[in-house]
């Protein structure tokens, strides 16, 4: 509860200048919003014209955090606390700075002194916008995380959002500042990023599935038959990227890009896809989903087929002219999404690739400072939130506050082993800037003809928020993966199966990002910081709470390219290796080498790790089994996870359709108990019924009950397997044994 203590001069004199109720609290022109026990807003503005516009950044603005005591100091000067931290400062007609402001907060069990001058040091990094024509290790972007325990986002000067769009702030707003005081606690820092920008919101589904895309000029036939191939290799396949040749490249005006115009269109190649309509809705119909490319810059030209419609909109002739791409007009960027993306959306196309947004030429929205890329993010997202769906965005990192649009594309990198070993730790670090899902170029962009390159790429996508491949425009370069030989093509087969196979476990967790803002990604230090070890292994990172993967970025050698990569494993928890089920104690660093088909994947034991059955659409495959994981845990272990499901597209979500189960491992001496919970929750697509599948690398398991009826175990692969038939899934379903040692 916030309280007020005021001396008694102050209380007899009065000030009329001062709003010390509630929250915001008014200083003369400062204000002070408390968000959170670790974060606060300082702003200060000429006559007081503060700002209660939300802004890219700045996505709640009744975010608010009332637990705080506010003292009178006496000559203007003031302190404020929370159970966190405290401030003071003065009341002296200046924006806040190095001598009117400072803070305290706990870090490390001892008082740390904050003000608005401190050097950010111990920052541990965060996303960039594009890997573009990267070739080895770059520069991190800072994130929200530090050793030092704070971190400060300046959003002085930065464009407001009115009435639902993009304007310029007020000259008069001087300050805008948010304070994030956070110590040790990583998880705070981010839930507070959540609270005043927004938590990420749930993916649709498909989106953490398979894809297959590559810049080629493919015909309706070759779009069916890499579906066929998929199907006839035994690959899963869930999305399909339409690279730039679904659309007509003659464009003879405009600004264009590298060797062409045509860049930039809107109108279905028919001599490619002469009935696209068709190829969707077959594609659709066989749970593929359709992303197109999409180069905006230029607009809708002359050579558009919808170019007269869109003239018309507009109120302009339709003599030839062109009307000059501006994000910053609303009529315009209304009437032009409307007639750009109106006919593929009604062909039932998904999302769009927003690509080429760097804007090299022209980095700003026109009148304003916000980029292209940021905006057109906000955009292209809303626009995708059509007919309840979830919104579904494709394109580069634009920086704070761009969570709320995922999924983000990383660029066109060079494919080498510097890449490879980059793209780990960038895709660690990325949640610490709210930078949750990256959809990577498998295999690198540039080049990459290596097979064991690949195939150990692969296997780091089988990690990665989606599964994609991608390629440069060359003949000789595809990177379907059954064209690599039979050695890298059995490697790529088994992550295939793998991330098929995690389906259930991954879009939990993808839950748990939504509603924690923990990253999927995520590195050591955020679960384990106060441990050293944790800030020194780049190469590796939790997937989840369950999985800890170290991918092999480097070339192995012999003829099964056998690689080396170290691995800490954190105190507390034994963690297995996901594939021979060996047990590593925690505490630890080893080295481990992998042979082309397994890389460093460890499960932490004592929990019951979610998968299902191989499936060929994995992100759109009903439940109807459930196939749990399990490694012994410690004597006493009582550990639940949770499986989330909904329908996977729609915003139901959002009006509490989906549904929860509770996965419990228990362990009393050699008696292991399994829960699985009632199923609570509905939503369309829901199955009524499901079978459920233990595997546990238990070496000897007896006396094996399920609801108290005697079951058996068979050993199949290293594992102890118990199949257990379909029952009513809002039926509770314990599972008894011993194991043995």
């Given amino acids: 509860m916030k309280k007020l203590i005021l001396s008694a001069a102050f209380a007899l004199l009065g000030a009329a200048s001062l709003s010390l109720h509630g929250n915001p609290l008014t200083f003369g022109n400062k204000r002070v919003t408390i968000i959170s026990p670790t974060l606060f807003r300082l ?378 070993a980059f793209e780990v730790e960038l895709t660690a670090t990325s949640g610490n800037a709210g930078c949750y899902y990256w959809a990577h170029d498998i295999g690198g962009f540039y080049g990459g003809k290596d097979p064991e390159l690949y195939a150990r790429w692969t296997q780091f996508g089988a990690m990665s928020a989606a599964m994609r491949i991608h390629s440069q425009y060359d003949a000789k370069l595809d990177r379907r993966p059954w064209l690599w030989g039979k050695q890298a093509e059995a490697s790529m087969k088994k992550a295939y199966v793998l991330r098929s196979e995690l389906m259930p476990y991954i879009y939990s967790s993808v839950w748990q990002t939504h509603r924690t803002m923990v990253p999927l990604n995520r590195a050591m230090y955020i679960d384990h910081g106060g441990s050293p070890e944790s800030y020194k292994n780049p190469q590796q990172f939790m997937f989840g709470d369950l999985l800890l993967a170290a991918p092999i970025t480097s070339a192995g050698e012999g003829e099964n390219k056998i690689a080396k990569q170290k691995v800490w494993f954190p105190a507390g928890d034994a963690w297995y290796d996901f594939f021979t089920g060996e047990r590593h104690e925690g505490g630890q660093t080893k080295t481990v080498a992998k042979d082309i088909d397994q890389f460093p994947l460890y499960v932490k034991g004592g929990w019951l790790l979610p998968l299902q059955p191989y499936r060929e659409r994995p992100a759109s495959a009903p439940l109807d089994t459930l196939v749990m994981r399990v490694y012994p845990g410690a004597d006493g272990a009582d550990n639940t996870f949770t499986l989330y499901e909904d329908d996977g597209l729609t915003r139901q979500y959002e009006d509490g359709r989906f549904a929860t189960t509770a996965l419990r491992y228990q362990r009393a001496g050699d008696k292991v108990t399994l829960t699985v919970t009632p199923n609570g929750g509905t939503f369309d697509g829901k199955v009524a019924n499901r079978a459920h599948r233990v595997e546990t690398s238990a070496a000897s398991i007896k006396n094996i009950k399920a609801n108290g009826r005697p079951v058996k175990a068979i050993r199949r692969g290293g594992l102890q397997i118990i199949e257990i038939p379909a029952q009513p899934v809002d039926a509770p379903l314990v599972i008894e044994m011993q194991i043995g040692k």
């Avoid at 959003?155 to 001087?174: L, M």
């Avoid at 649709?204 to 015909?219: E, K, L, P």
């Fill in 43 to 420: 702003e200060y503005a000429n006559d007081a014209k503060f700002l209660n516009d939300r802004t890219l950044f700045a996505h709640h603005r009744d975010a608010r955090c009332d637990d705080f005591t506010v003292t009178e100091l006496g000559g203007g000067r003031y302190r404020i606390t929370t159970s966190a931290l405290r401030m003071e400062f003065h009341d002296d007609g200046f924006p806040f700075g190095l001598h009117n402001f400072e803070a305290w907060f706990t870090h490390n069990g001892a008082d740390k002194k904050f003000t608005l001058r401190n050097r950010k040091g111990g920052n541990l990094g965060g996303a960039i916008s594009t890997l573009d024509r990267v070739a080895g290790p770059i520069p991190l972007d800072e994130g929200l995380l530090s050793r030092n325990g704070w971190y400060i986002i300046n959003d002085s000067g930065k464009d407001i959002i009115k009435d639902d769009w993009i304007a310029r702030r007020d000259a008069d707003h001087v300050q805008d500042v948010y304070c994030f005081l956070y110590g040790g606690d990583y998880r705070a820092a981010l839930a507070d990023l959540g609270r005043i920008s927004g938590n990420v919101p749930m993916t649709r589904r498909h989106v953490h599935g398979v894809w297959y895309c590559r810049w080629w000029d493919y015909n309706a036939d070759e779009y069916r038959q890499i579906v066929d191939e998929y199907r006839q290799h035994g690959f899963p396949l869930d999305n399909l990227v339409f690279d730039m040749g679904w659309h007509t490249q003659d464009a003879t005006a405009g600004t264009g890009h590298a060797s062409n115009r045509g860049w930039v269109g809107y109108t279905w190649n028919r001599k490619l896809i002469p009935d696209p309509a068709a190829l969707v809705g077959d594609l659709l119909k066989d749970n593929i989903y359709i992303s197109l490319n999409d180069h905006p810059h230029d607009g809708i030209r002359p050579h558009e087929a919808m170019y007269k419609a869109f003239m018309a909109d507009m109120g302009l002739p339709a003599d030839g002219s062109t009307v000059m791409f501006d994000a910053g007009n609303r009529r315009y960027m209304e009437t032009f999404l409307r007639h750009a993306h109106g006919e593929s959306w009604d062909m039932g196309v998904a999302f769009w690739w927003l690509d080429w947004q760097q804007d090299y030429l022209y980095p700003t929205v026109r009148g304003t400072s916000t980029t292209h890329l940021a905006w057109l993010n906000e955009l292209y997202y809303k626009e995708s939130q059509r007919n309840g769906l979830r919104g579904a965005n494709y394109s580069r990192w634009a920086g704070w506050g761009d969570q709320r649009h995922p999924i983000q594309f990383s660029g066109d990198a060079h494919a080498n082993w510097k890449v490879l």
